[in-house]
């Protein structure tokens, strides 16, 4: 894990490749599931070099040759599968090259390790031509599906792996590691406007992900207290340079929130009063457009005047 922090929620995963490993029951086919950001790639890094390190008694170590080999991608004996520049896909002739090279004897402790991140950018055919490979692998090998969305492989792919679950932080797990690995800032802010993982904002500027959050709740309670008016608001956050499609990120994590709070109140009361329900339905409403606005959001709609009557749909009426 060279160069970040040891991810706490790697724990348990952790724990249970050890004994597999130590009981000689390590499978040749992984399907790693993530929760997103949750880390999946440095978590297989993690395996390959637990299964390359030199040190034997402390495996990993993170700072020999080969465990930083396997952090930069440039272990010999470990591949990287993901999909190639101008693609979403990874494609058959990059299997079939894995496949070869699989083949071969592994250059340092044994075992050769192939990682797929995502794995269900596997095309259908690429898939089919690694089934083989998973049903009957060369000795000391490990294939590593990584994927947070395990319902988008292949069943057939599915099938020939063991299953292993990596569960995404607490909030206060995800912050503590942000700030570890980047230093200080406002993390929890950030983590909670985009509503992804840590690994997802390794790279991510704190500041003004926790702007946007505070901003959209800010416009949001003043559009819905009729102190402020959609046409200005949509103006802004359409103008050129804002970034729109992290705004409705955040405006749909706000509207979800909303719902949560408004059905946990109504539970604890017993408020069924119509103001309550209203409320609610108006909600679901509005977060079933904002999704649809983000779905559709690449294609040529007039953003303005798309955000301007989404925005309509909280205000004051
Ligand atoms: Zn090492």
């Given at each position: 894990?060279?160069?970040?922090?040891?991810?706490?929620?790697?724990e348990?995963?952790?724990?249970?490749?050890?004994?597999?490993?130590a009981?000689?029951?390590?499978?040749?086919?992984i399907?790693?599931?993530?929760?997103?950001?949750a880390?999946?790639l440095a978590?297989?890094?993690?395996?390959?070099q637990?299964?390359?390190?030199?040190?034997?008694?402390?495996?990993?170590?993170?700072?020999?040759?080969?465990?930083?080999?396997?952090?930069?991608d440039?272990?010999?004996?470990v591949?990287?599968?993901a999909?190639?520049?101008?693609?979403?896909?990874?494609?058959?002739?990059?299997?079939?090259?894995?496949?070869?090279?699989?083949?071969?004897t592994?250059?340092?402790?044994?075992?050769?390790?192939?990682?797929?991140?995502?794995?269900?950018?596997?095309?259908?055919?690429?898939?089919?031509?690694?089934?083989?490979?998973?049903?009957?692998?060369?000795r000391?090998t490990?294939?590593l599906?990584?994927?947070?969305q395990?319902?988008?492989?292949?069943?057939?792919?599915?099938?020939?792996c063991?299953r292993?679950?990596?569960?995404?932080?607490?909030?206060?797990?995800?912050a503590?590691f942000?700030?570890?690995?980047?230093?200080?800032?406002?993390?929890?802010e950030?983590?909670?406007?985009?509503?992804?993982?840590?690994?997802?904002?390794l790279d991510?500027?704190?500041?003004?992900?926790?702007?946007?959050r505070n901003?959209?709740?800010?416009?949001?309670?003043?559009?819905?207290?009729?102190?402020?008016?959609p046409?200005?608001?949509?103006?802004?956050?359409?103008?050129?340079?804002?970034?729109?499609?992290?705004?409705?990120?955040?405006?749909?994590?706000?509207?979800t929130?909303r719902?949560?709070?408004?059905?946990?109140?109504?539970?604890?009361?017993?408020?069924?009063?119509a103001?309550g329900?209203?409320?609610?339905?108006?909600?679901?409403?509005?977060s079933?457009?904002?999704?649809?606005?983000?779905?559709?959001?690449?294609?040529s709609?007039?953003?303005?005047?798309?955000?301007?009557?989404?925005?309509?749909r909280w205000?004051?009426?």
């Amino acid at each position: 894990m060279s160069g970040l922090p040891a991810p706490a929620w790697f724990e348990a995963a952790q724990r249970e490749i050890r004994a597999a490993l130590a009981g000689d029951r390590l499978a040749h086919g992984i399907l790693i599931h993530e929760d997103a950001g949750a880390g999946g790639l440095a978590f297989a890094r993690w395996i390959a070099q637990l299964l390359s390190c030199r040190e034997t008694e402390r495996a990993p170590c993170g700072e020999c040759r080969e465990c930083r080999w396997v952090a930069a991608d440039q272990h010999p004996d470990v591949t990287r599968l993901a999909p190639l520049e101008d693609s979403n896909y990874i494609v058959v002739d990059q299997v079939r090259e894995l496949i070869a090279e699989l083949a071969l004897t592994a250059h340092g402790r044994g075992y050769k390790v192939a990682i797929f991140t995502p794995a269900d950018a596997l095309y259908p055919n690429a898939a089919n031509s690694l089934l083989k490979t998973l049903e009957e692998p060369p000795r000391r090998t490990l294939m590593l599906l990584v994927t947070s969305q395990p319902a988008r492989l292949m069943a057939t792919v599915r099938s020939r792996c063991s299953r292993i679950r990596l569960k995404g932080p607490t909030a206060a797990e995800a912050a503590t590691f942000l700030e570890a690995a980047r230093g200080p800032g406002p993390w929890a802010e950030a983590l909670a406007a985009t509503g992804g993982g840590p690994f997802s904002l390794l790279d991510a500027d704190p500041e003004s992900l926790a702007k946007l959050r505070n901003e959209t709740i800010q416009a949001m309670n003043e559009i819905g207290a009729g102190k402020l008016q959609p046409p200005g608001v949509a103006e802004r956050w359409t103008a050129k340079g804002a970034d729109i499609a992290a705004r409705l990120a955040c405006l749909e994590i706000w509207v979800t929130e909303r719902i949560l709070e408004s059905a946990a109140i109504r539970d604890v009361t017993h408020l069924s009063g119509a103001g309550g329900a209203s409320k609610i339905c108006r909600l679901f409403e509005l977060s079933d457009a904002v999704r649809e606005m983000r779905k559709q959001f690449q294609t040529s709609i007039n953003k303005t005047m798309a955000v301007e009557s989404l925005l309509w749909r909280w205000a004051r009426q």
